[in-house]
């Protein structure tokens, strides 16, 4: 039954209070143990139609008459244009259409960072649409760019208020310390880079707008397309049914999209907008910088008396502030937490979310924080966390907690210590680091699907889910099979098109398998229900003895018959089951946690960093597809290890371009750079998270690797590496620092 | 100007610009979508075909000079074991960059059935995942005949 209810609201630790209308979950989770379909190993259903390329994703979409667009896009960081006259792009080859800045809003004749769009081209061929940008006789002055956050700081440029979090009294809680830490981190921007660029295709259908779009959330884009438009809802489909990759850069409709749909406008035929690798990493998003300022004390025993933070996030132009400082007020129990933190308004492109926004770059600043002053007390940094561990904040219980059991399953690869630093030679020094992670990833509602039985005993999950590369598909057809009694090959999506079926979530905030599944449980949980009730007049049973199994509806008594049988009474027709995401527990936190161990080896000679071994232990509830979910802890592993050791978007600090727009220039790591890696879910079920108990496994996993890192790093040389990603000069600069710290106090010592 | 490509063992005559690569020709001409573009300079792997055996970046390949050539793309390699490989160990999560990896793996295994780590992570450094399925990669090479 429908209820109204007023509750917080959670994608990616940004929190909102809503009005939401909710159905009950009244299902009992599975029991304890192993399952037929849920929690066993699952190739994606989908693989071999991406792998053999029979996958169409929305760069592969030619629709009959389609044309191509081309954006002129400001060359600087901040200017004002001058003149533009367009009219020899406008008689170029294949030109169907040019827009001037104001045709649509995002084209701007003030452009405020590097890539913004001034004017755009459509024509018949994407190379016809490039050479007519050169057309455009555009003239540009130069205006002065705010580039340094820090400068943004002192001069209020920014794009929030500054929030602040106090908890106890700081003062007080350094007055009680034995020992105080104090460093300041930093972290680079780094670009999302999934391999299909951000891209759609706009087609009117007459008053209805067609939307093909590579994005992380199919009904968001039908909201704000229908809004900035001026559209009734359904007269805007959005189509997503392959998703080449997103990260957290895909979650809204992006200025190509409205370009698209202005070009189409203009010329009454299909146009794809599809950003080039250099469009993508000037205009596609970023994950901001930060610079962390902190401070902790704590007792001789280590026990925390206080947290401080100060923390500058360079957002870009636009943007949101994500937290930052979340993994100094969650992490570990302390009484007395201050933290500040400002977003700063610059002329660089905007931030987008990006895999735990905020939680990862404030990661790495409290973990090495906290490794610092467990350093200076002389306790293990694996104890120091124990003894901080926190069992709840804010009063508010933890719907599932289990990160001490990811410690103690930490321990084996914690103890290889010895092992590894005895591996060191002459020039390459090896050590062992250890982190923790606290991240969201409960999911929540609304969230709809259906499950359509058919006659021929098999049965289709219709929600308008997308797909973006995680294997949602897969789980919610694992979860719906299990319901069923049905083997996985049974069971079909239908899914990445708002035209096809109910709203589904967002993929972002690892909220897929938490949002969606639970509603495809409940539909699947509905229609069996249905057979039940056929098969109870059918056979003259009474219901409350008959559950499906292995294929089967079965009594109690021990009758048997196949599905096949009772659902054929149906001919053609089809038995359509509902089901809806129920809410989350009120006044409880629904997080997810984890802890890594990282072997790393540093050249002395070079400052070359190898990370050779990580160890990760998660806690992310129930686990649905144990194969799904060890790839996006491998994934986000690696990433995390491109965000440590190599990925940074460079600017000219004069110019405030950007410098690194090519792939060869801004280095992911390849399968070379990759580590061996241990990747180990505790997979307990969280008992108070809807009727699944699961919790979304794509960030976490990418939360604690620079930390762990970080810390090897100081274990094997005693070079403290506050600043990422650590390049070879960022490690020959830690060293030399160590080297003359050390030789200070060989001098002290002898005087 | 016309050319004739031969291509998963069919022959294509062709009216094509001067200056087009082969990926373009592929995918806009022919409607072989399989190969992907990505950065359309060379940089990702994502558009590896084989000319003659030889995994080849198409994205900075013009389609006039592979004439003479037998070019073999993902849609020739649907029946390989590499696909159903790549399918049961995972090596896949969006799927943009698989067709390009199985080409280049195809070529791989083609000279060396039996590759070892370092081989494998040799030959397929040039093909980028943002996704980091590199590990799965790994074994599905490492398992391709099983």
């Given at each position: 039954m429908a209820r109204l209810i007023r509750t917080?609201?959670?994608?990616?630790?940004?929190?909102?209070?809503?009005?939401?209308?909710?159905?009950?979950?009244?299902?009992?989770?599975?029991?304890?143990?192993?399952?037929?379909?849920?929690?066993?190993?699952?190739?994606?259903?989908?693989?071999?139609?991406?792998?053999?390329?029979?996958?169409?994703?929305?760069?592969?979409?030619?629709?009959?008459?389609?044309?191509?667009?081309?954006?002129?896009?400001?060359?600087?960081?901040?200017?004002?244009?001058?003149?533009?006259?367009?009219?020899?792009?406008?008689?170029?080859?294949?030109?169907?259409?040019?827009?001037?800045?104001?045709?649509?809003?995002?084209?701007?004749?003030?452009?405020?960072?590097?890539?913004?769009?001034?004017?755009?081209?459509?024509?018949?061929?994407?190379?016809?649409?490039?050479?007519?940008?050169?057309?455009?006789?555009?003239?540009?002055?130069?205006?002065?760019?705010?580039?340094?956050?820090?400068?943004?700081?002192?001069?209020?440029?920014l794009l929030t208020e500054p929030r602040t979090h106090d908890r106890g009294d700081v003062a007080r809680g350094f007055a009680e310390a034995d020992a105080i830490v104090e460093a300041t981190y930093r972290t680079q921007t780094v670009l999302h880079n999934s391999m299909e660029t951000h891209q759609s295709i706009c087609d009117w259908d007459g008053d209805q707008l067609v939307v093909y779009i590579s994005t992380q959330f199919i009904w968001g884009i039908r909201d704000e397309v229908s809004q900035k438009l001026g559209l009734p809802q359904d007269k805007v489909r959005v189509v997503c049914e392959y998703m080449g990759g997103g990260f957290g850069a895909k979650n809204g409709a992006g200025d190509y999209t409205f370009i698209a749909a202005g070009l189409a406008k203009r010329t009454g035929r299909p146009v794809k907008c599809a950003l080039t690798r250099r469009e993508e990493n000037i205009d596609s998003g970023n994950r901001n910088a930060t610079i962390q300022k902190l401070r902790a004390g704590a007792r001789a025993d280590g026990t925390l008396t206080a947290l401080e933070g100060e923390f500058i996030a360079a957002l870009g132009w636009n943007g949101w502030l994500a937290s930052t400082a979340g993994p100094m007020q969650m992490l570990y129990?302390?009484?007395?937490?201050?933290?500040?933190?400002?977003?700063?308004?610059?002329?660089?492109?905007?931030?987008?979310?990006?895999?735990?926004p905020g939680f990862t770059e404030g990661t790495f600043g409290m973990e090495c924080l906290l490794d610092e002053l467990a350093a200076k007390l002389e306790i293990d940094p694996l104890e120091m966390r124990r003894r901080n561990y926190a069992h709840s904040t804010d009063e508010r219980p933890y719907s599932s907690k289990n990160l001490m059991g990811c410690y103690q399953r930490a321990e084996k690869h914690w103890a290889r210590r010895d092992e590894v630093r005895a591996r060191s030679d002459e020039t390459w020094k090896r050590g062992v680091g250890l982190a923790s992670q606290v991240w969201y990833?409960?999911?929540?509602?609304?969230?709809?699907?259906?499950?359509?039985?058919?006659?021929?005993?098999?049965?289709?999950?219709?929600?308008?889910?997308?797909?973006?590369?995680?294997?949602?598909?897969?789980?919610?057809?694992?979860?719906?099979?299990?319901?069923?009694?049905?083997?996985?090959?049974?069971?079909?999506?239908?899914?990445?098109?708002?035209?096809?079926?109910?709203?589904?979530?967002?993929?972002?905030?690892?909220?897929?398998?938490?949002?969606?599944?639970?509603?495809?449980?409940a539909a699947a949980a509905d229609a069996a229900r249905q057979v039940i009730e056929i098969a109870a007049q059918r056979y003259d049973k009474e219901e409350r003895t008959l559950s499906l199994k292995g294929g089967?509806?079965?009594?109690?008594?021990?009758?048997?018959?196949?599905?096949?049988?009772?659902?054929?009474?149906?001919?053609?027709a089809q038995l359509l089951g509902k089901g809806a995401r129920g809410p989350n527990p009120t006044g409880m936190q629904v997080l997810t946690f984890g802890a890594q161990v990282a072997e790393v080896a540093v050249d002395i000679e070079t400052g070359e960093v190898r990370v050779e071994r990580v160890a990760a232990i998660h806690d992310v509830g129930r686990v649905i597809n144990p194969l799904g979910a060890s790839s996006q802890g491998e994934g986000g592993i690696i990433q995390g290890i491109g965000h440590t050791l190599s990925e940074e978007r460079l600017l000219d600090p004069e110019t405030g371009r950007i410098l690194t727009q090519t792939l060869d220039a801004y280095k992911l790591p390849t399968i070379a750079d990759v580590p061996e890696i241990v990747f180990e879910l505790l997979d307990v079920p969280d008992r108070h998270l809807t009727n699944l108990g699961s919790k979304g496994p794509g960030e976490p996993p990418d939360l604690p690797v620079a930390a762990a890192s970080a810390y090897a790093i100081r274990e094997s040389t005693g070079a403290d590496v506050r600043s990422l990603p650590i390049t070879r000069e960022e490690m020959l600069r830690a060293l030399e620092e160590a080297g003359t710290r050390s030789q200070r106090e060989r001098d002290k010592v002898t005087a | 100007m016309n050319i004739e490509l031969q291509i998963n063992g069919g022959k294509y005559e062709l009216e094509v610009e001067v200056g087009r690569s082969l990926a373009e020709v592929l995918r806009e001409d022919l409607g072989l979508t399989g190969t992907k573009i990505a950065c359309f300079e060379g940089h990702c792997g994502a558009c590896t075909g084989q000319v003659d055996g030889v995994p080849t970046l198409s994205c900075?390949?013009?389609?006039?000079?592979?004439?003479?050539?037998?070019?073999?793309?993902?849609?020739?390699?649907?029946?390989?074991?590499?696909?159903?490989?790549?399918?049961?160990?995972?090596?896949?999560?969006?799927?943009?960059?698989?067709?390009?990896?199985?080409?280049?793996?195809?070529?791989?295994?083609?000279?060396?059935?039996?590759?070892?780590?370092?081989?494998?992570?040799?030959?397929?450094?040039?093909n980028l995942c943002r996704c980091g399925t590199y590990p799965k990669i790994e074994e599905a090479i490492r398992t391709w005949q099983d």
């Open positions: 917080e609201k959670e994608v990616e630790g940004r929190f909102e209070d809503v009005w939401l209308v909710v159905e009950e979950d009244p299902l009992d989770q599975w029991p304890d143990g192993a399952l037929d379909v849920v929690g066993r190993p699952a190739p994606r259903q989908d693989g071999a139609q991406r792998a053999t390329g029979r996958a169409l994703y929305t760069a592969d979409i030619q629709l009959p008459g389609m044309l191509h667009a081309a954006v002129l896009r400001s060359p600087h960081a901040r200017a004002r244009v001058k003149k533009l006259d367009a009219s020899r792009a406008q008689e170029a080859p294949g030109v169907r259409a040019v827009l001037e800045p104001g045709a649509v809003p995002e084209l701007v004749s003030d452009p405020n960072y590097q890539g913004q769009p001034v004017a755009a081209v459509a024509a018949d061929t994407f190379a016809q649409a490039r050479a007519a940008l050169a057309q455009i006789d555009v003239e540009f002055e130069e205006l002065e760019a705010l580039i340094d956050p820090e400068e943004a700081v002192r001069r209020k440029s129990a302390c009484d007395n937490v201050h933290t500040l933190e400002y977003g700063t308004k610059l002329n660089t492109p905007p931030m987008k979310a990006f895999r735990a990833g409960g999911g929540g509602p609304p969230s709809y699907a259906w499950i359509r039985l058919g006659s021929d005993g098999r049965a289709t999950v219709v929600t308008a889910m997308q797909d973006i590369g995680t294997g949602s598909k897969t789980a919610m057809q694992q979860i719906a099979a299990e319901e069923l009694g049905l083997p996985l090959g049974s069971v079909e999506i239908s899914a990445g098109d708002s035209a096809r079926g109910p709203y589904a979530s967002i993929s972002a905030g690892s909220s897929t398998i938490p949002s969606m599944g639970p509603a495809v449980r089967n509806v079965v009594s109690a008594d021990g009758g048997s018959w196949p599905l096949e049988e009772v659902v054929g009474l149906l001919e053609d | 900075i390949t013009l389609a006039h000079t592979v004439e003479a050539s037998e070019i073999t793309t993902i849609e020739g390699l649907r029946e390989h074991p590499l696909v159903g490989a790549f399918v049961r160990t995972d090596a896949l999560q969006c799927g943009f960059c698989t067709p390009g990896q199985i080409v280049s793996a195809a070529a791989l295994v083609e000279s060396n059935p039996h590759p070892s780590d370092e081989q494998i992570r040799h030959a397929m450094a040039g």
